[in-house]
């Protein structure tokens, strides 16, 4: 029977499983539990702890609901009960000493999503030598409410102390601290950013990893839309007392009310990072050009099918389009263009398209075309056979974490996903993990492109004459 593997950290032993030449540690609090006096408060130090501390479970789960309708069917999600939410978990080789380290920072619109999902298991990068960590944060209300005398981005706050604790404590496990790439996709992606943006953060940060991130951050007033609303519907006042005052439950049941009928992409407010000039002082947008830290970034051809099923897209009409484009300021030259990139799209699919670009891909160009520091993009094609996804939000997930068997990405891919292109990727993010390259030409002048699919590429970016046009 193998001894189980143990590492000591500054709070304490923890006691972790070997399994398949991979020490892995669960739940080990990198911040003290956010509830009782540390509500809506800036993370706080964790408590140490005598003797030795089991760590062969994920810790807690940030409260949140589900994801809802159809959605749902293809986002799992993991509920485990306790107030102790604010934990890492950590993937080593055997024996490793001073190997590269990525932190995995999960996604889910900054409401849902945690690092116990089986599709996040870091044991691949592990078995390539590298010293994997994830981290679960706020969400929701607990995490991005827009409060008068709280701190704000406190989910963006936990993540910066879970990277501190990191860079504190990685050499326990064999990390190198001044190797250290942050990694996220979605919400997750945005944290990257955010942490980038943040002088503190961005110290300990040798690369960085953003899939399909927005990249701004909205003004106080703009992003506290969604607590103000929140306040109202509950009748207490949008304060630390007045949110201090409802139980989780209570929030998050409200906040289901409020959100019923809506999508990313309409209807009401979603939770989103405010600037504020101790968290997080300018837009990451505004930074991340300057930013002297090489960066792999992208994004997926078909984003907006995974928030539109096929029927809603059908509903999608002329008329509203037109409403958006006025409200975005999108000039009708813009939309004619998307119409010629796109031969044969019905309405829905230009309005989705637009979508895309506006939230993700033009973002990420312009700060990948501004940057001097190396600069990596990439474009992931390949078309799902579920549910007309095509090259869907999320979609990429399981390649990069080569987890194409797991239950959780074949909700997404379908039983039988190319496993050739999940190698490549793979290998990709742990080339550019471990040396700043992940094997094709910086993005540059000539926009070269990463094109994931069936046959990956490199191109010059596509479609950039209508993307362009984008305000």
Do not use: C
Not at 290 to 311: C, H, K, M, Q
């Amino acid at each position: 029977m193998s001894v189980a593997p143990q590492a000591t950290v500054s709070t304490g032993i923890v006691r972790g499983e070997a399994l398949g030449g991979v020490d892995r540690y669960l739940g080990i609090p990198y911040a003290a539990a956010p509830f009782g006096a540390n509500r809506f408060r800036a993370p706080r130090t964790p408590p140490s702890w005598e003797g030795i501390r089991d760590a062969t479970s994920f810790g807690p789960t940030s409260p949140q609901h589900p994801y809802p309708g159809a959605i749902g069917d293809l986002l799992g999600s993991v509920e485990i009960a306790g107030d102790d939410i604010l934990t890492v978990n950590v993937w080593a080789p055997v024996g490793a000493e001073d190997a590269p380290v990525v932190l995995w920072i999960h996604g889910g619109a900054l409401e849902r999503g945690t690092a116990a999902l089986p599709l996040y298991d870091g044991a691949g990068f592990a078995r390539a030598g590298i010293v994997f960590a994830s981290i679960n944060y706020r969400l929701g209300s607990e995490g991005f409410s827009v409060l008068r005398d709280a701190p704000r981005n406190l989910g963006l706050q936990d993540a910066a102390a879970g990277l501190a604790w990191v860079h504190r404590e990685i050499a326990a496990f064999g990390g190198d601290p001044a190797q250290i790439t942050v990694m996220g996709e979605s919400a997750g992606g945005a944290i990257v950013a955010g942490l980038l943006a943040n002088s503190s953060s961005r110290a300990l940060i040798a690369r960085a990893i953003i899939e399909s991130g927005p990249l701004e951050a909205q003004s106080p007033k703009k992003a506290g839309r969604v607590t103000a609303q929140l306040a109202k519907l509950l009748g207490v006042t949008a304060d630390r007392a007045g949110f201090a005052g409802l139980s989780p439950t209570r929030l998050l049941h409200a906040r289901r009310r409020q959100a019923a009928g809506s999508s990313p992409l309409g209807g009401a407010p979603g939770f989103q990072f405010a600037v504020d000039p101790a968290s997080l002082p300018r837009s990451p947008h505004e930074i991340i050009a300057d930013v002297d830290v090489p960066l792999l970034i992208g994004s997926n051809t078909d984003e907006y099918r995974l928030w539109f099923p096929p029927a809603a897209l059908d509903e999608i009409s002329a008329m509203k389009l037109l409403l958006a484009r006025l409200a975005l300021r999108i000039p009708r030259k813009a939309v004619a263009a998307y119409r010629t990139a796109f031969p044969g799209a019905s309405t829905g699919e230009i309005f989705g398209q637009l979508a895309t670009d506006l939230m993700l891909r033009a973002p990420l160009t312009r700060v990948a075309r501004a940057r001097t520091a190396p600069t990596y993009v990439y474009e992931f094609a390949w078309q799902s056979p579920v549910r007309d996804l095509r090259a869907a939000h999320a979609l990429e997930l399981g390649f990069v974490f080569d987890r194409l068997g797991d239950p959780e990405a074949q909700r997404l891919t379908g039983a039988d996903a190319p496993q050739a292109l999940a190698d490549e990727m793979h290998s990709a993010w742990i080339s550019f993990i471990k040396t700043g390259d992940p094997g094709w030409p910086e993005f540059g002048a000539e926009r070269l492109t990463r094109l994931f699919d069936t046959e990956t590429v490199t191109v010059a970016q596509r479609r950039t004459g209508s993307m362009d046009l984008l305000p």
